[in-house]
């Protein structure tokens, strides 16, 4: 084992543990009306105890147990975390503990159908989110989760690169928020009233830290205080200043004034765009895909939700699915064995990544999708999904917590 190795996926599991609470929670929270706030934050505060427990019990083996044949699913070997101790594991870890890097991993989780909770904001119950989150997990991520890095999983068999989840945590969650928030349908009086954010201070704070936190995201994804966790590090940091500035500045040319959340929300992009590839790209790639992932996803917030008329709220597919997506694919084109020679060379550099690539940005949001579908229906059936119109009127605060975020002194 090494002790610096150990430390730094330790601090770097501190730092992807801030990224869902406060980082997501703020973000989330300042964007969606006053009376709604606190769902959202009890939301992410709760799946953080729920997926943490439920990684323990059973889902890291599933994802990453001994693969149980075709490369689909992990058996229950290490359930309970039986077999998971202080000693490194060599399939996925050579030089720090199984335990390390199996706490890790469980941020990973978590975060992940946390994401999806800005498509649905303001209109699911509680109970509904608690199962649909806990079968979502089990079935969707944790699948995808071993076919692209598990042991024997068959998209690393394939040789599809995706440094720290692109498709695992960013198109999974990105494409199932557009299937729950086409099913939901819109909320009440949707394009007839205004729906501004309560609190875009909260929203730039919890933007601040999931740029903070994802240096542990990307660069604690190479499981070493290494040079590869030196390139992920700047490749994270260079992506997102160019999709930060990129997203202000066609703001400023379509409407005449950048904002602070077409910043704070272009930095997201470039965030989720360069996950797959932080590992395998250099810095000047970097910032190619940091400034066309800004373009991409601001078509589709800007353009294509307002003419189809979906209602994702808080742009989760706009953001973490056609960010992932495009992320992947710029993995096949700008990936080189200089940067990292456990790699593959993309288009660009005379390679063949690009196809792996594909048939990953292919696969992954069909099974997200039509399982997300599968258990929408299945859970909507047992307790329905979403509020009574009454309780989406009073807001998710009062009817669902019983609780307001703000009083008002008489």
């Not at 690393?156 to 960013?170: C, S, T, W």
């Not at 990307?218 to 200043?241: C, D, K, P, Q, W």
Request: with cysteine.
């Amino acid at each position: 084992m090494n002790t610096g190795d150990t430390a730094w996926v330790l601090i770097s599991t501190v730092l992807v543990f801030a990224m869902t609470i406060p980082g997501l929670a703020f973000f989330y929270g300042g964007l969606v009306r006053r009376k709604n706030v606190l769902s959202i934050l009890m939301q992410c505060f709760i799946v953080m105890c729920v997926i943490s427990l439920q990684w323990v019990l059973f889902g890291y083996s599933l994802s990453f147990g001994p693969d149980t044949g075709a490369g689909i699913i992990g058996g229950l070997q290490w359930a309970g975390l039986k077999s998971v101790g202080g000693q490194p594991n060599g399939d996925y870890a050579a030089t720090i503990p199984h335990m390390v890097f199996m706490i890790f991993q469980a941020m990973f989780a978590v975060i992940t159908p946390a994401l999806i909770i800005g498509a649905f904001a303001e209109r699911m119950k509680f109970s509904a989110f608690l199962v649909f989150t806990l079968l979502w997990t089990t079935l969707v991520y944790d699948p995808l989760a071993h076919w692209v890095w598990g042991t024997g999983g068959w998209m690393r068999n394939l040789g599809g690169l995706d440094f720290a989840g692109g498709i695992v945590v960013h198109v999974s969650s990105g494409v199932s928020a557009l299937v729950l928030c086409v099913l939901l349908g819109r909320r009440l009086n949707y394009r007839k009233s205004p729906f501004r954010p309560h609190n875009l201070p909260f929203t730039v704070l919890g933007g601040a830290l999931l740029w903070f936190g994802w240096f542990g995201f990307n660069a604690g994804s190479a499981l070493g205080a290494n040079e590869l966790a030196a390139n992920a590090f700047v490749t994270t940091h260079i992506a997102t200043a160019a999709a930060g500035l990129t997203w202000a500045l066609i703001e400023w040319q379509q409407h005449g004034a950048p904002t602070v959340l077409g910043a704070t929300t272009g930095a997201v992009a470039g965030l989720v765009a360069i996950t797959p590839a932080c590992g395998f790209v250099n810095p000047m790639n970097a910032i190619f895909i940091g400034i066309l992932v800004a373009v991409f996803c601001y078509l589709a917030v800007a353009v294509v939700k307002a003419k189809l008329g979906y209602d994702d709220a808080l742009d989760a597919f706009g953001v973490h699915g056609v960010g992932g997506i495009w992320g992947t694919i710029a993995t096949g084109l700008f990936a080189e064995k200089a940067v990292n020679a456990a790699g593959a060379d993309g288009l660009f550099f005379g390679g063949g990544q690009l196809w792996p690539q594909l048939i990953m940005v292919g696969v992954a949001p069909l099974f997200a999708g039509v399982m997300t579908w599968i258990l929408f229906k299945v859970v909507d059936a047992w307790i329905g999904m979403r509020v009574p119109e009454k309780d989406e009127t009073i807001g998710l605060d009062l009817t669902q917590q019983s609780e307001a975020a703000y009083t008002v002194i008489e």
